[in-house]
């Protein structure tokens, strides 16, 4: 079992729209990471989220953590084919668990000119 | 201003040899994990180690697996006897010691390939 499940798995979209990726848990974070990564490399770290309700925003991209730290959600506003990509999400289980991050399977982003 | 570093990023080995992967940290940071990416898998956290110590180990493969991050240079992943499904993308990250939401950095990633 996934425990964190992302969705969708692959979304291809037109240059200037905007879309939405959630990452959803039956488990409480205490804090949620979003990465993006490129063929090749490794994960790039966009944002931390650790309180519940919280909403950041990093130019075109709004992150949300759910009330419950249970989910999150990475909305883009007008994209454009450089944030195509692999979006991942990631956290730490609260309450114990390994210490290390637990990744979801990624979002496939692609933006077409 | 050094990200992490991993070496080699490309790494061939036949069935039965030993694979060494090498990760150096951001300057400053003392802790580091390793993650194991397999083809259409999420990335799975295998050890956690600080400065000669391994704190937890829970993702580690019970045979044939190792790490260590000595007090001088990096931190080693070593598998020994590899076989085709070791053939992964291996990742480093890298954390300082005093952030509470385990904010992790990661390397390039080290791609093994077993034939």
């Known amino acids: 079992t996934q425990l964190l499940e992302q969705s969708p798995q692959f979304l291809s979209i037109q240059e200037g729209e905007n879309l939405t990726v959630y990452c959803n848990s039956s488990?409480?974070?205490?804090?949620l990471q979003w990465y993006r990564q490129e063929p090749g490399e490794g994960p790039v770290l966009l944002v931390t989220?650790?309180?519940?309700?919280e909403v950041k925003k990093l130019k075109r991209l709004t992150f949300q953590f759910g009330d419950a730290r249970k989910d999150s959600s990475l909305h883009i506003t007008a994209a454009q084919p450089g944030d195509t990509g692999l979006y991942l999400c990631?956290?730490?289980?609260?309450?114990?668990?390994?210490?290390?991050?637990?990744f979801g399977k990624g979002t496939h982003l692609i933006i077409q000119p | 201003n050094a990200g992490v570093m991993q070496n080699p990023r490309h790494l061939v080995r036949r069935r039965g040899q030993e694979a060494r992967l090498r990760c150096s940290p951001m300057k400053g940071h003392s802790h580091v994990y390793w993650y194991r990416q397999l083809p259409e898998e999420g990335l799975k956290f295998m050890v956690y180690?600080?400065?000669?110590?391994?704190?937890?180990e829970s993702g580690m493969p019970k045979e044939r697996f190792s790490a260590e991050f000595p007090k001088e240079g990096p931190s080693i992943l070593r598998i020994q006897q590899v076989v085709r499904g070791d053939s992964a993308a291996y990742f480093c990250a890298s954390q300082p010691g005093t952030i509470f939401y385990n904010e992790q950095f990661f390397g390039p990633g080290t791609r093994l390939t077993v034939l």
């Open positions: 990631a956290g730490l289980v609260s309450g114990g668990g390994a210490d290390g991050l637990t």
């Open positions: 180690l600080q400065k000669e110590n391994i704190i937890d």
């Open positions: 488990s409480v974070f205490s804090s």
């Open positions: 989220v650790v309180t519940g309700g």
